[in-house]
């Protein structure tokens, strides 16, 4: 793990000492917790993990309904036809 701080404040006095010796103290704790965490097996396409994933499914049901297998650029195209064509 790689932190990087800089600060420029409170350069005498107590704070100093207090956060270079709470620092270490902090990461370690926070190492365990980063080295114990699992994520969980990913979801199927369209299955819901998290609340927060409803609306990115809803969104992805839409755009595969609506354009099916095309790509972003002739999606594009489709919508906004290119300025050639509508020059003439």
């Known amino acids: 793990m790689i932190v990087v701080s800089c600060r420029n404040f409170s350069r005498y006095g107590v704070v100093p000492w207090l956060y270079n010796l709470l620092t270490p103290m902090i990461?370690?704790?926070?190492?365990?917790n980063i080295e114990t965490a699992r994520p969980a097996a990913l979801p199927m396409p369209g299955g819901v993990s998290t609340r927060s994933d409803v609306s990115t499914i809803a969104?992805?049901?839409?755009?595969?309904?609506?354009f099916g297998d095309k790509e972003p650029a002739d999606i594009a195209t489709e919508i906004a036809p290119p300025l050639a064509v509508l020059a003439e």
């Open 27 to 32: 990461l370690k704790e926070d190492r365990v």
């Open 59 to 66: 969104f992805r049901r839409y755009y595969r309904q609506t």
